[in-house]
């Protein structure tokens, strides 16, 4: 995943003020700190996993016998 997705990505974890909001001086509850990253992390994570499921990939190779097996 290239960067630019990581920092959108990010942005949008932390809910970066709009426009609206820079008349006000707003402070975060609570610092950036273990819980922050660890909840970013698994987001990446998932996002990693749902961009590789939708990736083509190749069908595994299917053993031979049992697709030519004859039925008498």
């Given at each position: 995943?290239?960067?630019?997705?990581v920092?959108t990505?990010?942005?949008?974890?932390?809910?970066?003020?709009?426009?609206?909001?820079?008349?006000?001086?707003?402070?975060?509850?609570?610092?950036?700190?273990?819980?922050?990253?660890?909840?970013?992390?698994?987001?990446?994570?998932?996002?990693?996993?749902?961009?590789?499921?939708?990736?083509?990939?190749?069908?595994?190779?299917?053993?031979?016998?049992?697709?030519?097996?004859?039925?008498?």
């Open positions: 995943i290239g960067h630019p997705f920092i990505t990010l942005c949008r974890l932390r809910e970066v003020p709009t426009e609206e909001d820079t008349g006000e001086i707003s402070s975060p509850e609570r610092p950036l700190g273990y819980t922050y990253f660890r909840r970013a992390v698994r987001y990446l994570e998932a996002a990693q996993a749902a961009a590789a499921a939708a990736a083509p990939q190749p069908p595994p190779p299917a053993p031979h016998h049992q697709h030519h097996q004859q039925h008498h």
